[in-house]
Nanobody, 125 residues
């Protein structure tokens, strides 16, 4: 499966952005998808994930309820609504897809089989 992330851009602190990630190559039938981010000089960080069939979300605690993950099965697309953005949210955001059958460890990059190219989110003061 190929993933295409979009929606990044420049926003001021306190603003909002909505990222999208579309899977191509037929209807997505994996376990789920997730968002990770990587700021300059830092390791890739888990943001959120969603079970594809049930739509059950999971969030990194550090997101503090500001982000909402969702998916549209018919459109093969996952979303990340980001509100009250802070300067520390500046990063390249990556989407990823997992086809794990058992014990999907959503916060581990190693659990994902396909990655999108990333979309840059820059939050300025």
């Amino acid at each position: 499966v190929q993933l295409q992330a979009s929606g990044g851009g420049l926003v001021q602190t306190g603003g909002s952005l909505k990222l999208s990630c579309t899977a191509s190559g037929g209807a997505f039938n994996g376990r789920g998808m997730g968002w990770f981010r990587q700021a300059p000089g830092k390791e890739r960080e888990y943001v959120a994930a969603i079970n594809w069939s049930a739509g059950v979300p999971n969030y990194a605690k550090s997101m503090n309820g500001r982000f909402t993950i969702s998916r549209d099965v018919a459109r093969n697309t996952m979303y990340l609504q980001m509100n009250d953005l802070k300067i520390e949210d500046t990063a390249v955001y990556y989407c990823a897809a997992s086809f794990r059958q058992l014990n999907w460890v959503v916060y581990s990059p190693a659990e994902y089989d396909s990655w999108g190219q990333g979309t840059l989110v820059t939050v300025s003061s």
